[in-house]
């Protein structure tokens, strides 16, 4: 924001993570972060600034940001097998989440060098918006010309894209069963915590890697 002490310039996302820059009192820093999502920036920076009024040098912040390592289970990107990637991100998802997730893995994973296979399912705990979220969740995914999408839960009809699984078992038969033609693979896996199949998915997918 025009004026501010803290100024976000600029951020992308790649393979190593989230990188962006920033003005501080005139001067840019750099800052590249082992985590994934164009959003992480603003709250990166949301730490540089509140720890900057701690007395903490912007310098030694952007240093402690980038030895940060992320989560297991929050968008994990590994090599299943001989071309063929695996996005591990179902540590949990809500609206926010799944769409960061979505478009952060559209970025790096780009249509023209990648097969793109997304598995998702459901969001849970939504109440009285759950049949909406997962509508606009379903346009979201429709607008980014995936190539294969799939979907397990309760809101399939109302994601109302790609084709319905039956469980995370029918997803792991998938991934396994996959190949690599003319392009490489990536696949992203993703749905609430509350669905603890997948997790167990992608920790079977992850023994492997």
């Not at 912040?61 to 940060?68: A, D, G, T, V």
């Not at 459901?122 to 979201?140: F, N, Y």
Request: net charge negative; aromatic share 12%; hydrophobic share 35%.
């Amino acid at each position: 924001m025009e004026g501010s002490d803290f100024r976000l310039v600029d951020s992308h996302v790649s393979v190593e993570g989230t990188e962006f820059l920033f003005v501080y009192k005139g001067t840019e820093y750099n800052c590249k972060i082992k985590a994934y999502g164009k959003g992480l920036a603003y709250n990166a920076l949301a730490a540089i600034s509140l720890a900057e009024l701690l007395g903490i040098e912007v310098i030694d912040s952007i240093k402690s940001l980038e030895e940060y390592n992320g989560f297991s289970g929050r968008f994990e990107i590994k090599d299943f097998k001989d071309g063929i990637k695996i996005v591990n991100d179902a540590y949990n998802a809500n609206p926010t989440s799944m769409k960061m997730s979505i478009e952060t893995f559209n970025d790096i994973f780009a249509e023209d060098k990648y097969e793109r296979v997304v598995i998702l399912g459901d969001m849970k705990e939504l109440g009285d918006v759950s049949a909406d979220q997962h509508k606009l969740l379903g346009e979201l995914v429709k607008s980014k010309g995936f190539d294969k999408v799939y979907y397990i839960g309760d809101f399939y009809n109302d994601f109302g894209v790609g084709e319905q699984l039956k469980s995370w078992e029918d997803a792991k038969k998938i991934i396994d069963d996959l190949n690599v033609k003319s392009k490489d693979i990536a696949i992203l896996l993703k749905a609430s915590h509350s669905r603890s199949e997948e997790r167990r998915v992608g920790k079977e997918c992850r023994s492997r890697w």
